[in-house]
């Protein structure tokens, strides 16, 4: 049986309102491929870019594999990710209004054994917003500590 692989983006719903969500293959080489198997890949500083109608993941690290030798690839290269081209058309015209992006939430492998990326589309939050999820989780705490206690 095979151990699942879940690389989660964890700053993402604490820096930005997530708008639309997508699940999305990845083009990847074989080192590439056994490095994420092995747990040995970020996306917390990943974004997404749309170049020449293709979205590809920026800034995405993948360790190096180590019995790679020569054959190994580059750990912070773009790397394709594979949508059809209706959900590619709306990443497009959603990133037309200025501050919208897209950020990756997490990376994970299928039942088919594919790498795939779950991305969302989404708006940048100010302070004030940021200050009111971290008194709404403190609230949230605060009772279910009361509740345990009672």
């Known amino acids: 049986m095979q151990k699942q692989i879940n690389i989660q983006n964890k700053k993402a719903r604490f820096e930005y309102h997530l708008e639309d969500k997508f699940i999305a293959g990845i083009q990847l080489t074989g ?6 198997r092995n ?3 970020s996306i ?3 974004y997404c870019v749309v170049e020449d109608g293709e979205v590809y993941i920026r800034n995405m690290h993948i360790a190096a594999y180590e019995n790679g030798s020569f054959y190994n690839h580059k750990p912070k290269g773009d790397r394709k990710l594979l949508l059809n081209r209706k959900e590619i058309n709306k990443i497009e015209k959603f990133l037309k209004v200025k501050g919208n992006t897209i950020v990756p939430l997490r990376m994970f ?3 088919k054994g594919w790498a795939k990326i779950e991305i969302a589309l989404a708006k940048g939050k100010k302070l004030h917003d940021k200050r009111q999820d971290l008194k709404e989780k403190d609230d949230k705490l605060a009772m279910d500590r009361a509740m345990k206690n009672r």
Do not use: G
């Open 31 to 36: 080192t590439e491929i056994k490095s994420i």
């Open 44 to 46: 917390m500083e990943a």
């Open 109 to 111: 492998i299928s039942e």
């Open 39 to 41: 747990s040995k890949a």
